[in-house]
Structures are given as C-alpha cells and as structure tokens.
C-alpha cells in the first residue's frame, strides 16, 4: 500500500496510511514530517513534528532524530527559547547524560545554562536521594558534574553513588588538585585486583599503580609509594607474568 500510494504521489494519503499506526518513539510523526517537507509543506511538517513531540512527551526513550528535527527548525527560525523548551523537556523524561549535554548546548546558546543547570542538577539530586531511585540515576547526576568539570561537587555526590569508572574518572582528573584524594582511589581499586589474573588484569593493576605514584610525587610522599611497591611485588612475586609487566612498566 505505501508503495502504491507513493507511486501516485499522493502525500496526503501517504499521510493518513502512516497516521494509521503512530508508533510511541515519535518515528512515524518524523516520517510524516519528512514526507510533508519534501513536498514543501514545511509548516505542516513542522506541525506534525510538535505533535510527536507532545505525543511523546511521557516516553523516556523518544525518538532523537524528532527531537533534532524539530530543535533544527526552532533554531532556523531564531527561536532558541523553544529549543531550550524542548531540551529541557527531553532531559525531564530521560534523565541521561545525552540529555542533559543536549540542554546544556541549548541552553548556552539561549544564555541561560546557569538557571537551567541549577534545575537540571537539582532533579537529578532529586533523583539520587529517593529511596528506591536506584544506582543509575545516581550516577548521572556524578557524569553530569564530571561532563561540566565540576571536580569539587563532583567528589561531595560520588560517596555512595559512582561506580568505580567514574571514581577512576574522578581521580584522574583529580590528580594534579587533590592528590591525596585520587591515591586513595586508586589504591581502593587496586585491592579487588589483587585476587583475579590475566593480562588484562595486571595491565589494569600497573596502570593504577603509574597513577597512584603520581599521586605520591605530588604530595611528595614517594618513599611511601616505595615501600608500597615492594610489599605488593612481595605479595604477588608468584604471578611470573605480572612482575613482567611491572617491570617493563617501571614499577
């Protein structure tokens, strides 16, 4: 049938088959919006791409290219408010880092992004503080504050809700301003490396150690990175493979 009603070039039937079955994403209203602006009836299309957006409004998982398309638009015609709008919109229902990057960029070019960052961080704190709201929402608030390089907030919201890529994260781009901070990381992560084998793994535990002895010349504590060390190299002098890799590492 849509092959059919295409062949007559018939957007309007083309239309009303799509609008038959609108799934929940908002992928059918783009089609729609699609279709109509290839026939030039850009107004239209814009129209029925609002609508999936309202349509969609209460979807976590909306479709990204109706949102996109209707921000091009918007913005095509100097309305950064209403990218703002939808942006803002969009991060209210999916909570995710995309979505939060997204209105940042939005919000930055309407010169806003200090209001809406403030809300934005305020919901996902929200988020993070409800009882059953789960490790994933905390840890969105912990990779928005480390996306805006906000280290010092960043380490007050980790306890209890990063996971050990974002304290790694964390540490890395801590190294140099809170040291002491960072070490105490890295060791923690090194501790559960200790039992598992394989290169993978050791290649992991050597890398933690580099960082970890960073850390010590910064703080300017390296004896005790020394004694460290060589009381690990002596708890795991067995694992041949390891003590290579320690030491083609330096370490």
Do not use: N
Not at 146 to 161: K, N, P, Q, T
Not at 199 to 222: I, S
């Amino acid at each position: 049938m849509e092959r059919l009603v295409k062949a007559e070039g018939d957007v309007d039937a083309l239309v009303a088959l799509y609008a038959q079955e609108l799934v929940p994403s908002g992928a059918t209203h783009l089609r729609i919006a699609e279709e109509l602006e290839s026939a030039g009836r850009a107004d239209e299309a814009l129209a029925w791409a609002e609508r999936g957006l309202r349509d969609t409004a209460s979807e976590a998982h909306a479709d990204g290219r109706l949102v996109d398309y209707v921000c091009t638009r918007y913005t095509r015609a100097d309305r950064p408010a209403e990218v703002v709008r939808v942006r803002r919109d969009r991060f209210r229902a999916e909570r995710s880092l995309a979505a939060y990057q997204q209105l940042r960029a939005a919000a930055r070019a309407a010169d806003c992004w200090e209001t809406e960052r403030g809300a934005a961080l305020a919901a996902l704190r929200e988020d993070a503080r409800r009882e059953h709201g789960g490790w994933y929402r905390g840890s969105v608030l912990i990779d928005a504050l480390l996306d805006d390089g906000d280290l010092d907030a960043a380490w007050r919201e980790a306890v209890g809700r990063a996971d050990d890529r974002q304290w790694r994260h964390l540490a890395d781009l801590s190294r140099e301003t809170r040291p002491a901070d960072a070490l105490t990381v890295y060791l923690r992560l090194i501790e559960p490396l200790k039992e598992p084998t394989g290169d993978h793994v050791y290649e992991r535990m050597a890398q933690l150690l580099l960082d970890a002895r960073t850390c010590h010349r910064v703080l300017g504590t390296e004896v005790g990175f020394t004694a460290y060390l060589a009381a690990l190299r002596v708890d795991l002098k067995r694992r041949r493979k390891l003590m290579t890799i320690l030491d083609r590492h330096g370490l």
